[in-house]
């Protein structure tokens, strides 16, 4: 299952405020949940709003930066290799695709994969090559990213105003293999 990373879009005249102020009331935040899929642990992250009043979300993958931190259980940080350069831009279709989430609601922003028989994991465009990792453990924290930079890019496009910042999930530790 692929899914693709979100971009957070909420409507500030509802709010009656600037950009930094609306980090502020809407609450956002990033969780995962674990599972088991053909042998293969997934992990899947989703932009949850944990705020007091509906938020739009745009479903396009070229206007927010969703990304992985895989660590060994020494904390080193994994090496990977983002694809993304090589898929490059494309034309948008319009109008651009949201969905409303009323508070307590999520959407699916993205999808970790470890494949141990293979010693590969995958996210989106990101691959990580696994061999010759010892480690008992593996641990995961998945970002979401929204720039501003993206924010005047949906602008452009006629997406409504966009929340501008930052989510961490909390680091999810899957066994892996020993050393």
Excluded at 25 to 44: A, F, H, I, P
Excluded at 47 to 59: A, I
Excluded at 115 to 136: E, K, N, P, Y
Aim: aromatic fraction near 4%; glycine fraction near 6%; include cysteine.
């Amino acid at each position: 299952m692929r899914c693709l990373p979100a971009v957070l879009v909420a409507t500030l005249a509802a709010l009656g405020c600037g950009s930094s102020e609306l980090e502020k009331k809407v609450g956002m935040e990033l969780v995962t949940k674990v599972g088991r899929l053909n042998g293969q642990t997934q992990v899947e992250s989703f932009l949850r709003n944990d705020g007091p009043r509906p938020v739009t979300v745009l479903l396009e993958e070229q206007l927010s930066f969703v990304t992985a931190e895989l660590r060994d259980d020494q904390g080193n940080l994994l090496p990977m290799r983002d694809g993304r350069a090589a898929i490059g831009a494309r034309a948008f279709d319009l109008p651009l695709h949201t969905v409303v989430l009323q508070p307590g609601q999520d959407v699916s922003v993205d999808v970790f994969s470890l494949i141990a028989s293979s010693s590969t994991a995958i996210a989106g465009s990101l691959t990580w090559d696994l061999r010759d990792v010892r480690s008992r453990t593996l641990t995961l924290v998945m970002v979401y990213e929204m720039t501003e930079e993206a924010l005047e890019r949906a602008k452009h496009l006629k997406a409504p105003d966009v929340v501008i910042g930052a989510w961490r999930s909390a680091p999810v530790s899957m066994p892996f293999r020993n050393p």
